[in-house]
């Protein structure tokens, strides 16, 4: 009888973890990163995540870009240490996370897993996408409430 309720102590402790799972998983977004616009040059992505707020964490950016070629400018995705760096559109000590081939097709995914602030910005020709075409956005992921 006692190994009979542990057997089934133990089987609705994992459906409740599964279903836990689930619906944390279920409430994230998946947000392109300048809806159609996409991540090109030109477009103010620091007014697009404005309007786009609040996101949370686990919610999946996806920034899509055309691969490099004869009619398009190469992108790519940083992530930088902090404000001061952001601002500045220092890529010095910011980590690359997509190169220029990772945003074509279906995109390249981050995922927001921290809740800590995130300084996204394009690293092409030393900058300039990120200081002059606007390339650069912050996000600010909140605990998401069930309830």
Not at 72 to 90: E, G, I, Q
Not at 92 to 99: E, G
Request: charged share 15%; proline share 4%.
């Amino acid at each position: 009888m006692v190994m009979r309720l542990s057997a089934m102590s133990l089987m609705l402790g994992t459906l409740l973890l599964a279903v836990a799972s689930i619906s944390t998983t279920s409430l994230a977004a998946r947000v392109v990163v300048g809806d159609s616009a996409h991540w090109t040059f030109g477009y103010n992505y620091t007014e697009w995540a404005i309007k786009g707020s609040p996101f949370y964490q686990n919610d999946t950016l996806v920034f899509m870009y055309d691969p490099p070629n004869s009619t398009t400018f190469p992108h790519s995705v940083y992530l930088m240490k902090n404000l001061r760096s952001f601002l500045a559109c220092d890529l010095r000590k910011a980590k690359l996370v997509a190169n220029v081939l990772q945003g074509g097709g279906d995109g390249f995914e981050f995922v927001l897993k921290k809740r800590k602030p995130h300084y996204f910005a394009c690293g092409e020709r030393n900058g300039i996408h990120c200081s002059v075409g606007l390339m650069k956005f912050a996000v600010f992921p909140l605990r998401r409430c069930h309830g």
